[in-house]
């Protein structure tokens, strides 16, 4: 079985079903007279935290798969690659990103990366692609169990990126809700509520293909009416660069004033938001 084939097959078809919802939402928006110079400029920042996400995830990924083999080579088992052990990893790489999701919201080192991708005002299949650049560190150490598990390193990066690929499509206000299916996966209702910087949106919906783990683990939120997307606090920037270090200079402000390690520690791995509380 060619796992590398496949990978890139699937990460294809939901590029492409991606695409085309872009497409319809750019289409919509000019029948609509609603694609302002303001709109098109958060895409391109949100595109543009691609260029140093791609160069930096180029050596994670070669790392994540060497570290991954190194590992493989002293388990004393190892989980064949099948069908079934495909479809057993991908079910693990979700509840894996549930809680690499969940933890980079509660601890603000790795929420520095990850409140890029939530520091838009809109909601698009661009906002899919804005992505911290550092954030494929916290996701390759996340994986580790997988490895240790006895899956080999294409199983776990198939995993990876399947879980990924599948987000591509959730990122839109084009779809409404889904039915029955709004039960089990993770739909784009779920996911604007994820996006949302409404008090009662806040951190919830943390799944990437089931929703289910957000039912089981008490983060579940319906979507009730449209949110507010983008950051809790007053951010609205279309400049590349503060969009890529958005919570750098505020929390080097914080690690600046503090007095000892032990509020050094506290401002990088508490959750974000309590340094001003304190």
């Known amino acids: 079985m060619n796992v590398e084939n496949l990978t890139t097959q699937i990460d294809e078809v ?3 079903i991606g695409a085309a919802i872009l497409l319809i939402e750019i289409a919509e928006m000019a029948f609509k007279g609603e694609f302002r110079a303001k709109t098109f400029g958060e895409m391109l920042a949100s595109a543009s935290t691609q260029l140093p ?4 995830e180029t050596f994670i990924l070669t790392g994540a798969y060497g570290l991954y083999w190194i590992i493989a080579q002293g388990m004393p088992w190892a989980i064949p690659v099948t069908w079934w052990s495909l479809v057993l990893i991908v079910v693990l790489a979700d509840i894996t990103y549930y809680w690499e999701h969940r933890i980079a919201h509660e601890v603000r080192i790795l929420w520095t990366q990850h ?11 661009i906002t899919g692609v804005r992505f911290g650049p550092f954030e494929g560190v916290w996701s390759l150490i996340a994986h580790l169990p997988l490895a240790l598990m006895g899956f080999a390193p294409e199983a776990i990066i198939f995993g990876v990126i399947v879980v990924l690929a599948y987000q591509t499509w959730i990122h839109t206000e084009l779809i409404g809700k889904l039915g029955p299916l709004e039960w089990v996966l993770n739909t784009p209702s779920h996911h604007r509520v994820h996006h949302g910087c409404d008090d009662k949106y806040l951190d919830k919906n943390y799944g990437g293909i089931l929703i289910v783990w957000d039912r089981l683990w008490g983060t579940f939120q319906e979507e009730e009416e449209t949110p507010r997307y983008g950051l809790k606090r007053d951010f609205d920037t279309r400049n590349p660069i ?37």
């Open 242 to 278: 503060k969009v890529w270090f958005s919570e750098w200079p505020e929390l080097i402000r914080d690690i600046r004033r503090a007095q000892s390690f032990g509020q050094v520690w506290s401002i990088l791995f508490r959750a974000p938001g309590h340094a001003s509380k304190d």
């Open 115 to 125: 409140a890029v991708h939530h520091s838009s005002r809109d909601m698009n299949i």
């Open 14 to 16: 939901f590029f492409l």
């Open 53 to 56: 996400y791609l160069l930096v």
